[in-house]
């Protein structure tokens, strides 16, 4: 890495890191200290700006690096990782996102405890998306280590660890003195520098193959060294039938886990109607699915002018495809162009890993304050004391999500991503589900479908080979392997819903009718909604 290199990376994150900091000081000067302020920012954004603001949300660092890093390494394989990021929006905004706008608060415990007993719902809702949460937190954290340390030459722990520590105390300052309003502005900033920067690079590659994606396809399964197969099924998932259903329980995780993330949820009630909710949902998808479609370009693109081998001497999982090939489409690492293009796309991966954890912060402190804090007090001291709750839960969530990201630096932290929606499908999309749309769900079936699908989702990842029995694995030195499969979604989800169910029929507790039909009529008209 070029000296040139380190000082445009260093200059574009200090102006991305200054203009967002501007940003939360100007919110915070406007803010009124309400609930539904530092919640929900006032629900004033409209349709458009919270559509950014949730494919800022949602397209994360892995997604802007990891996809394309898997394409130019699995080709075809690879791709589907951005089908089912892209099919999993289907999922929310035809089963979610009009209902929980219609029927919640700030959570997803608001939507559940609207038909049950409060206190044991709100706790394990509660507990469960703090979970999800810091999970999806140490790997933003970890990428963000990562990634300076190969800006800055430097991938020894000093460098990793300022760096963990730096973004963490920045996500702190965003949720603590922003709140909703300073975490949407920076997502929709992040948004659109991410969008920007993706079609910089997908016109340069379109351009060096003439506009002719038949003629980039071709070339870069030439380069792979696999010919026509890097073009077809089973390269990475084929080779037995492990992983052939180790990709049907990460796809599913992947599908279904979305619609049950709390940061995405929490998005929906920022908006001033259900109605706004849709649309919101509609832009994010029309953003969502256009970069996705940019990944496909920049991964074969990847593969095709650096090609496969350059690409693993790099980063073995893929994770720096898209820097490298920035800087090669700039004129080469040793040109101006290339250095510049290099540092713009590092700085729009810094960027990207700042936005997504601000959001994450915000959601798992407001599940602390909201439905964890708030379970145990009075309902009359609860607004007076809620967002001082959550801005010191997210001065604790940060100071957790250092010190394991500071433990994990040095660890394969890729599973934390789909371990985060695997526990999302498996204890909050069943509950969330059956609370919408089961008359007869109870309380103990809300308690056991959280608890039942969290539970079995970090027990099985633990005796997975993710964690020990393999050389790739967390702790390779020891072996407590049980479990075939690295994604738990498979049997996880299924148990999620099974122990709702089953937690509904052996329940002694009538379901309440009149609160379901209560619910129903909110959730559909949005009669009654806040």
Same mark, same amino acid.
């Given at each position: ?90 999922? !929310?905004?035809?089963? +979610?996102?009009? &209902?929980? /706008?219609?029927? @919640?608060? #700030? ?5 559940? $405890? %609207? ?83 993706? !079609?910089?690079?997908? +016109?340069?590659? &379109?351009? /060096?193959?003439? @506009?002719? #994606? ?5 070339? $870069? %399964? ?95 999982? @893929? ?7 920035? $800087? ?203």
């Amino acid at each position: 890495m070029t000296t040139e290199h380190q000082i445009l990376a260093l200059i574009l994150f200090s102006l991305f890191i200054a203009v967002t900091l501007g940003i939360t000081t100007w919110v915070s000067r406007n803010r009124h200290g309400s609930a539904e302020e530092f919640y929900a920012g006032g629900r004033l954004f409209s349709p458009m700006e919270n559509g950014f603001a949730i494919a800022g949300d949602y397209m994360s660092a892995a997604s802007f690096l990891g996809i394309s890093g898997l394409i130019a390494l699995f080709g075809y394989d690879g791709l589907l990782y951005s089908v089912g990021f892209l099919v999993a929006w289907l999922v !929310v905004l035809f089963l +979610v996102a009009e &209902l929980v /706008r219609n029927c @919640g608060r #700030f959570t997803l415990a608001d939507v559940v $405890a %609207a038909r049950m007993n409060e206190r044991p719902v709100r706790i394990a809702a509660g507990a469960s998306s703090v979970t999800v949460s810091v999970l999806y937190l140490v790997a933003q954290m970890v990428g963000a280590g990562s990634l300076v340390g190969l800006l800055l030459g430097d991938s020894g722990t000093a460098a990793r660890t300022l760096t963990v520590i730096g973004v963490g105390a920045l996500m702190v300052v965003y949720v603590s003195f922003g709140g909703m309003r300073a975490t949407t502005w920076i997502q929709i900033v992040k948004a659109v520098l991410l969008m920007g920067g993706a !079609v910089t690079l997908t +016109v340069l590659v &379109l351009l /060096r193959f003439h @506009g002719d #994606f038949g003629q980039l396809l071709t070339s $870069a %399964a030439e380069r792979s060294g696999h010919g026509l197969r890097f073009l077809s099924p089973g390269l990475k998932y084929g080779a037995d039938w492990t992983s052939r259903f180790d990709f049907m329980s990460l796809g599913l995780a992947l599908v279904l886990g979305t619609a049950g993330l709390p940061h995405i949820l929490s998005r929906f009630y920022t908006v001033p109607t259900a109605r706004a909710a849709r649309r919101s949902v509609v832009w994010a998808i029309a953003l969502i699915g256009g970069f996705y479609l940019m990944t496909i370009v920049l991964g074969f693109g990847a593969a095709a002018l650096l090609g496969p081998d350059q690409v693993r001497a790099s980063n073995a999982s @893929g994770n720096t495809a898209v820097p490298l090939l920035a $800087a090669f489409l700039g004129g080469g690492a040793e040109s101006t162009g290339g250095a510049v293009l290099f540092a713009f796309v590092a700085a729009i991966a810094f960027a990207t890993i700042l936005a997504v954890v601000a959001g994450i912060t915000l959601a798992s402190s407001a599940s602390v304050a909201h439905d964890l804090y708030a379970s145990l007090k009075r309902r009359h001291a609860r607004q007076r004391s809620e967002v001082a709750v959550a801005r010191v839960a997210a001065v604790g969530i940060g100071a957790v999500a250092i010190a394991l990201g500071l433990l994990a630096q040095d660890l394969n932290v890729a599973f934390l991503v789909g371990l985060a929606f695997a526990v999302a499908a498996s204890a909050n999309l069943p509950v969330l589900l059956y609370s919408l749309f089961w008359r007869g769900f109870t309380t103990r079936g809300a308690v056991w479908s959280v608890y039942g699908g969290l539970v079995p989702a970090v027990v099985l990842v633990v005796l997975s080979p993710v964690v020990s029995g393999s050389p790739d694995s967390l702790f390779p030195g020891v072996s407590f392997q049980f479990f075939p499969l690295q994604n738990p979604g498979l049997v996880s989800i299924p148990l999620g819903f099974l122990a709702g169910w089953m937690g509904t029929v052996t329940s002694a507790e009538e379901a309440d009718e009149a609160k379901y039909a209560e619910t129903e009529v909110r959730s559909l008209t949005g009669a009654g909604a806040v």
